[in-house]
Nanobody, 117 residues
Framework: QVQLVESGGGLAHLGGSLRLSCEAS????????MAWYRQGPGKERELVAI???????DYIDSVKGRFTMSRDNTKKTISLQMNSLKPEDTAVYYC???????????WGQGTQVTVSS
């Protein structure tokens, strides 16, 4: 099993920055696809950024150029640097781990990000 613990959420103003972190415990971190999701008020959960096992990262169009996902397999952590924040970025952000070889998926508890205009 994998346990995910997120931190770094908070309040930011339009154009500000926040950095989210997720620490994973357990074995086999290198074999998991890691991702950040978010769910805004009244909206469905959406994928924000993903780092596949091989190290490639992808982002949804709305955050490209503003958000950067990083992965450290040694420390078993991922991060999400969020710059040029907009009110539309307000959401609960979740860390996600999905096995690359078995049917297993894990979620963090979520961290609130609020961006005021």
């Amino acid at each position: 099993q994998v346990q995910l613990v997120e931190s770094g959420g908070g309040l930011a103003h339009l154009g500000g920055s926040l950095r989210l972190s997720c620490e994973a415990s357990g074995s086999g971190f290198e074999l998991y696809h890691m991702a950040w999701y978010r769910q805004g008020p009244g909206k469905e959960r959406e994928l924000v950024a993903i780092s596949v096992r091989g190290g490639k990262t992808d982002y949804i169009d709305s955050v490209k150029g503003r958000f950067t996902m990083s992965r450290d397999n040694t420390k078993k952590t991922i991060s999400l640097q969020m710059n040029s924040l907009k009110p539309e970025d307000t959401a609960v952000y979740y860390c996600n781990a999905k096995s690359s070889h078995i049917e297993a998926e894990y979620w963090g508890q979520g961290t609130q990000v609020t961006v005021s205009s």
